[in-house]
């Protein structure tokens, strides 16, 4: 049983297009969130949600945005795609703010041309 | 700044040798260290939380310790699928449940 999953797995596009990336978990968890993980493998922080709070990164463009249907997915949203964006985008999840593990899934590679 | 950084970047071990890698920590109030193993085209796979100073946690040929400043993950007699990369990440106490990641050691592990 896949614990956290995402799609698409790949995502290519062309800049300026509008893109969603789906993220799902089974564990019963109710914090999710999005990572970015740039071409150096360096892994970032880019919003932390659950069903009372969402908590953005200041770094990341208002482009990008979290919509949650339900405590079990968290999807990404982003307009306007730039070169930039280009990156593998991991989501996580996690039970609630008790300092715990958190658990990604497989990533979703997007590359903007 | 909080800062997270490992080293070495890159370790290159034959098998048996064993070793440590190293993540030292610049931050204010703690909460939490997290080790993390992350193989090509997957996402990171969680090893260890340590919460504070002194603390140890094993899992076979790992070994995860925790001082102030800094927490070692100490690899006894390792194997060709030990090679990863190891990623460690700390809790903030001001940064609600967010991770901040170091850049990662990656192990390779001859045969």
């Known amino acids: 049983d896949t614990a956290v999953s995402q799609t698409p797995k790949y995502l290519v596009t062309q800049m300026g297009n509008d893109k969603s990336i789906k993220c799902e978990q089974n564990l019963g968890h109710d914090t999710m969130y999005w990572y970015k993980q740039d071409s150096k493998k360096f892994l970032k922080i880019m919003f932390s949600?659950?069903?009372?709070?969402?908590?953005i990164n200041e770094t990341v463009p208002n482009r990008f945005s979290p919509k949650s249907p339900d405590k079990a997915h968290l999807n990404l949203h982003i307009n306007s795609l730039e070169l930039g964006d280009s990156a593998v985008y991991f989501c996580?999840?996690?039970?609630?703010?008790?300092?715990?593990?958190?658990?990604f899934g497989p990533g979703t590679r997007l590359l903007v041309l | 700044e909080d800062q997270v950084t490992q080293s070495p970047e890159a370790l290159r071990l034959q098998e048996g040798e064993s070793s440590s890698l190293n993540c030292s920590y610049t931050?204010?109030?703690?909460?939490?260290l997290f080790w993390y193993r992350q193989d090509p085209g997957k996402g990171p796979e969680f090893l260890f939380t340590l919460y504070s100073a002194g603390e140890e946690k094993e899992k076979e040929r790992l070994k995860a310790t925790l001082t102030k400043k800094e927490s070692f993950l100490h690899i006894t007699a390792p194997k060709p699928e030990d090679s990863a990369t190891y990623l460690c990440?700390?809790?903030?106490?001001?940064?609600?449940?967010?991770?901040?990641f170091g850049g990662g050691t990656r192990l390779m592990v001859k045969p």
């Open positions: 931050v204010s109030g703690l909460r939490g």
């Open positions: 990440a700390v809790l903030l106490g001001n940064a609600g449940n967010m991770l901040t």
């Open positions: 996580a999840s996690s039970q609630g703010a008790s300092g715990g593990p958190q658990y």
């Open positions: 949600y659950n069903n009372k709070e969402l908590i």
